[in-house]
């Protein structure tokens, strides 16, 4: 299995939901990573976990809240989003001490 | 901002024409990766280069690295429909991975 699964494909959400976004893979790999992207921008990094630890927060507003709670899955909790953290959500891994990302499609999240 | 610069933004070529486009950091790297993203979906790693590198070859990519001007380039030969699409540089050290602003290539029929 090389692959990384992102589930759900698309969100929406009002801004006082919570949801959240879930990633898995099955290739061994201990880093894992969030990254954010908005139309005809960059991926922006977000975090980044280290053998299930967060090794990397890029001063994310505290209304995303990371979990990983093994070593083949990686969470996304939202709550209290606003309409500007509509974008495309991406999940990555790569193997620990590895240079090459594994990229899920995403989810396409809309906050109303 | 950690993030390089790449040119071009945009790029329009036709089919079967050569699409370079570049790429400049400002930090130091130990390697320095291109991956490409169709229409909003995840990311693709096409090749990775190593600062002890000055060029690398992938099928129709080639990449070089110039670390004394601190950029880089990525060559499509012969390009085709499918290669419509954005390229991203990136480069990391241990856990942080950056990506460039990216070049949106469109390929002409």
């Known amino acids: 299995d090389t692959e990384v699964t992102q589930t759900p494909k698309h969100l929406v959400m009002g801004m006082t939901n919570k949801k959240s976004l879930k990633c898995e893979q099955h290739?061994?790999?201990?880093?894992m990573y969030w990254y954010k992207q908005k139309a005809k921008k960059p991926p922006e990094l977000m975090f980044v976990?280290?053998?299930?630890?967060?090794?990397i927060n890029e001063s994310v507003p505290s209304r995303f809240s990371p979990e990983c709670p093994n070593s083949s899955l990686l969470n996304l909790h939202l709550h209290a989003l606003q309409p500007e953290d509509s974008a495309l959500y991406l999940c990555?891994?790569?193997?620990?001490?590895?240079?090459?990302?594994?990229f899920g499609s995403g989810t396409q999240l809309s906050v109303l | 901002s950690q993030q390089g610069e790449e040119d071009p933004q945009a790029l329009s070529i036709q089919e079967g024409e050569n699409a370079t486009m570049n790429c400049s950091y400002k930090t130091s790297i130990n390697n320095l990766q291109w991956y490409r993203q169709n229409s909003g979906r995840g990311l693709v790693h096409l090749i990775l280069?190593?600062?002890?590198?000055r060029e690398k070859h992938s099928g129709r990519l080639r990449v070089t690295l110039d670390t004394s001007k601190k950029s880089s380039s990525l060559l499509i030969t012969a390009s085709r429909a499918a290669d419509t699409a954005s390229y991203f540089c990136?480069?990391?050290?241990?856990?942080?991975?950056?990506f460039g602003k990216g070049t949106r290539l469109h390929i002409l029929p």
């Open positions: 290739m061994g790999h201990r880093a």
């Open positions: 990136a480069r990391g050290s241990d856990d942080k991975i950056i």
């Open positions: 976990y280290s053998y299930e630890k967060l090794s």
């Open positions: 280069i190593r600062s002890n590198e």
């Open positions: 990555a891994s790569r193997v620990a001490g590895g240079e090459k990302l594994f």
